[in-house]
């Protein structure tokens, strides 16, 4: 058997590969492992912005992240939901919030109840029974006292992207990771494997397992044999991104604005000190220039000097572990900047590594076990930001009548066929959003069940009302007790908005 890893070597840019460092050197340096970071130029302007779903505390406390910490470095807003508006020409927006997910063997999912009522005559919506959804619209944040009972939801953030990719950096060299003196020149790839990387200032590097964490351009792992990029723009077919900033919003809201136009979307993602503006759109339907003008329209803020304009290309790794290197966040996989994915990625292919890291170094059995999960997780999250564009009602706009009369991912198709049946979710594993937000999502998208499981009708008619009133009641006095999102960060007047280019 061959002897332990004990050099790993992280290669990339920004918040993933800091990221990376940190958790490896978390884990395993009291073990003896060496961890050294090649740090690539950033892609980051001063008007990026992270958005992340709730599971990233969890990431935060791996690593000894302090909350308070991350809200006050990065400018941060707690999120708890997205709201998605124009995508249905006449329908309302719709929330797609993050409520937890029940505890296992207990009653049926409330969608259940709730569908039967609705298909009964009920007349209140599925997003009326959503904690996240209540917290979202009173722009509170839920963190529910020990006392209260479920249901339940959790909150992400909004982060200022260049002070988060700042403080992982500074977190992972507190941990033990060690920076490179030069940035990379040349790979030095053997059959399937690296042999060493070679840096600007002439120094060379060898490891017994190298991290890409490059980005799309995937520096490492692109060189090796067997490696191969598949392209998802046929489902999500936004090539290009434009990011901007606008002044801060007078009062912070809990959630994300989503709202699409003729040849993609505009979304508004609040910090404290300012509000991000980004855009994506197909460069084959709209030009940049066009993109500016629209984008200030949508959001009703001025759009201009600050822009900065970027590629787009959705898609994954089809092998993200090959040989000695392993692909992590947008080196193995690229999504839009919608349903606030940023770092999600990133934390995803982390924990899959760390879960599969090698017993030794050598063949890497691992590998296998690590790319058929990061696949499965890549396709799961694809499938969720397919459907926006999938099951899109924009009619008669050129755009998005083509991408809905694409033929959708099989996966997809089965949440659909199965929810419009009986608004049953069908997850499978590597899940990363629960049933109830994918029914936020779907119902949003105007698929409305035509049944529900039949068990429900073993409940009396008298306790089936109860309990969608219990809920209904239930729901809206915990919201009203939750903190707003001033409260909860501490401040009372608006922070001055940072013009691009201060620190």
Known sequence: MSGRVQTVAVVGRDAPVWLAAAAVQRALGRTGVTVRVVEQETRLADVDVYAAVPSIASMHRLLGLEERLVLQVCNAVPMVAQRFSNWAKGAPPYFVAYDDEPPPGGDLPFTQYWAKGMLEGLRVGLEDFSLGTACARLNAVPVPPSELAPPSASYGYHLDAPRYAELAKQLALRLGAQGAPAGLRNVDVEGDRIAGIDLADGTRIAADLYIDASGPEARLIGNLGGAGFEPWSEWLPCDRLLTASGPRLPSLPAFSQISAFKCGWVGLF???????????????????????????????????????????????????????????????????????????????????????????????????????????????????????????????????????????????????????????????????????????????????????????DGLPDEAHIQKVQERLRGVAAIARQMPSVEHFLGIDQPTPARVSGQA
């Not at 994506?280 to 220039?289: E, L, V």
């Not at 760390?354 to 017993?359: L, W, Y």
């Not at 690590?370 to 397919?386: G, I, M, P």
């Open 270 to 456: 609040p910090l404290q000190d300012r509000t991000a503006i980004v855009a994506a759109y197909s460069s084959g339907a709209i030009g940049d220039a066009e993109v500016v003008e629209l984008a200030s329209v949508v959001s009703r803020m001025p759009v201009g000097g600050d822009a900065v304009v970027s590629e787009l290309r959705p898609g994954m790794q089809q092998r993200p572990w090959i040989g000695n290197c392993v692909a992590v966040g947008q080196s193995a996989i690229t999504l839009e900047p919608i349903d606030a994915l940023d770092l999600h990625t990133t934390h995803g292919c982390i924990s899959h590594l760390m879960a599969m890291f090698p017993a030794a170094a050598g063949e890497f059995p691992e590998s296998e076990a690590y790319n058929r999960s990061v696949n499965s997780f890549a396709t799961n999250l694809r499938d969720f930001q397919a459907a926006h564009y999938c099951l899109n009602r924009r009619y008669d706009d050129p755009f998005w009548d083509e991408v809905r009369e694409t033929r959708m991912p099989p996966g997809l198709q089965r949440k659909v066929d199965m929810f419009d049946a009986r608004a049953l979710v069908p997850l499978t594993d590597d899940e990363s959003f629960f049933e109830q937000a994918w029914a936020s999502l779907l119902l949003g998208s105007g698929i409305i069940p035509k049944g529900y499981d039949p068990r429900v």
